[in-house]
């Protein structure tokens, strides 16, 4: 009897249930919403179309399972797909610094990821070395004489051969030479140096860097001064069991690895992660046990006799007792002296078993903390109140693991974020928004624009390079069950309204709906409303018709 099961997917039914979207929004200044507003269309159309959904909802469920789970943000290598990839990583490709105990990794010294490949694609990713890669994958010829002409000078693989003699490691962990397969290690690890950096007086800090003209200006000038300091920097390699591919900085601009870490539950002392699972694993087995038993007492015999009741053997005997047409011969003399034969069930103790069946299949509700108003069942005669009472138990049970799980999607943001305003750059780009309701107009927001202002400095407005912005999720749930909740709420408050104010709020009221040709109908709304067809209802309009209304 599967009980973890229904519980978990009954956590995983809740995370798709309460899916939020992204929001971009300004740290501090007010004069960067615009810029905020156009990153957050960006941010949204990268998170449909890379499916950063479905990635962080399998993160997810690895993480309410066994504790962990992982998903890549990343360039796309393939031309012909979108730029940016949101993937989830299945927990055994990755190996971490156990010694981290940040929840994002900052403290990680290294990150290693392990995947197999079949040899001819790694030729193609590595064509420097493709001879080498040949001769890993076969296995046969592994060092050509063509690769050590004039001493390996010109290869750099002189010492290959000592190094194939001196690994140690199976080879089974890193080749495959039957399928033709070799597994690629990915290494990011950071490594501490001194140097300068820059603090602006908005509060950026930047590494200083000589050899770019706004660093040296800036300098030159006065505005900033270098002070030294000790950070780290992330590197990245690539390894085919003994042989180096790569090694050098990290391909982007952000300081971060591009794996996120979506974690449920970490011993203390240990850090190793655990999930919901764990806990419910002696309650499964009991339950399996007591399952087995009471199938074994049902069918269970308890046989008493005078010895030489029977002119059977005891083999015989026990065989025919089992069975529903048993046949016995029994001795005369001896049951006529008294003798007794009696075959038996003992049901009592298959009572006490189901008793114990019962108690511990609540047992699993109690640690899991996921209880049975949350798996979609009830208990008859329960009023509403309790039911959202035991949904919310259970919602707070889970809280550790769902803030976890927040805080990992927002990192998985930012990292998108950062791909997208390198690629934007400093180039002048219109991003059009969306408007309030369904059938407004669009409007567009610049980017980049070139301005040169009273004393004739250039500078770009809307830089979105400057823009000191941050992602956060957003508080309104994007699934449309909870579009159906607010369409009813608003639909009962619109219902005591008076009716002048109800021709306000309809138009919104509409756009909560599913309705096909919503658009027509709010168009059709605003005109009765005295407002044309490309006219949008702003905030000003609203509250002017609201006073109108009152008066």
């Given amino acids: 009897e599967n009980v973890i099961g229904p519980a978990i997917d009954a956590v995983l039914g809740m995370e798709a249930k309460t899916r939020t979207d992204w929001r971009v929004m300004p740290e501090s200044s007010a004069a960067d919403s615009p810029v905020a507003e156009a990153l957050n269309q960006k941010l949204v159309e990268a998170e449909k179309a890379a499916r950063a959904d479905r990635a962080c909802s399998d993160a997810y469920a690895s993480e309410s399972k066994v504790g962990i789970g992982w998903v890549e943000v990343s360039r796309e290598s393939d031309p012909f797909r979108y730029p940016y990839r949101v993937a989830a990583i299945h927990r055994n490709e990755i190996f971490w610094d156990m010694r981290s105990r940040e929840p994002d990794g900052s403290d990680m010294r290294y990150l290693i990821r392990r995947r197999w490949t079949d040899a001819d694609v790694a030729e193609k990713l590595f064509p420097k070395h493709k001879d080498t890669i040949r001769a890993l994958g076969t296995g046969s010829g592994l060092w050509d004489e063509s690769l050590t002409i004039d001493g390996s000078a010109s290869t750099d693989l002189a010492m290959n051969l000592d190094n194939m003699r001196g690994w140690s490691i199976e080879e089974t962990e890193w080749r495959d030479t039957e399928r033709g397969r070799i597994c690629i290690f990915e290494v990011w690890y950071r490594d501490w140096v001194r140097g300068l950096v820059l603090k602006t007086p908005d509060g950026r800090v930047v590494e200083f860097d000589q050899n770019k003209e706004a660093h040296i200006a800036a300098v030159a000038s006065g505005l900033v001064d270098p002070q030294p300091a000790t950070f780290a920097k992330v590197r990245m390699s690539y390894w085919i069991g003994p042989q180096k591919l790569h090694d050098g900085p990290t391909p982007y601009k952000h300081n971060r690895f591009p794996y996120v870490a979506f974690w ?288």
Avoid at 294 to 314: C, F, H, P, S
């Fill in 264 to 551: 449920g539950k970490r011993e203390d002392r240990t850090g190793v992660p655990y999930g919901l699972i764990r806990p419910m694993i002696p309650m499964q087995d009991a339950i399996n046990a007591s399952e087995s038993k009471m199938q074994w007492l049902l069918a269970a015999k308890r046989i008493t006799q005078t010895d030489g009741a029977t002119v059977q053997d005891e083999e015989t005997i026990r065989r025919e007792a089992a069975r529903p047409d048993a046949h016995f011969i029994l001795d005369a003399a001896q049951m006529r002296n008294g003798g007794v034969f009696k075959v038996e069930s003992d049901f009592a103790l298959n009572q006490q078993q189901y008793q114990r069946l019962a108690d511990k299949r609540e047992s699993v509700k109690r640690v899991s903390g996921v209880y049975d108003a949350m798996m979609g069942s009830s208990k008859g005669g329960q009023s509403g109140l309790a039911l959202n009472t035991l949904v919310e138990q259970s919602s707070q049970t889970l809280a550790e693991i769902n803030d976890n799980f927040r805080f990992a999607r927002a990192e998985v943001g930012e990292i998108l974020l950062s791909y997208i305003i390198e690629d934007m750059s400093d180039q002048p780009q219109a991003v059009e928004l969306k408007g309030a309701l369904p059938g407004d107009e669009p409007r567009q927001v610049q980017l980049n624009q070139p301005v040169v202002d009273e004393h004739g400095i250039r500078y770009l407005d809307n830089d979105v390079q400057r823009a000191r912005l941050k992602v956060a999720l957003s508080d309104v749930p994007s699934s449309p069950s909870f579009r159906s909740q607010q369409l009813a709420a608003l639909s009962e408050v619109t219902k005591s309204l008076p009716p002048q104010l109800q021709a306000v709020v309809v138009p919104f009221l509409m756009a909560l709906t599913d309705v096909p040709g919503r658009e027509d109908i709010i168009k059709a709304i605003k005109q009765a409303m005295g407002q044309g067809d490309d006219e949008q209802i702003t905030p000003e309009m609203m509250q002017q018709q609201i006073e109108q209304a009152v008066q």
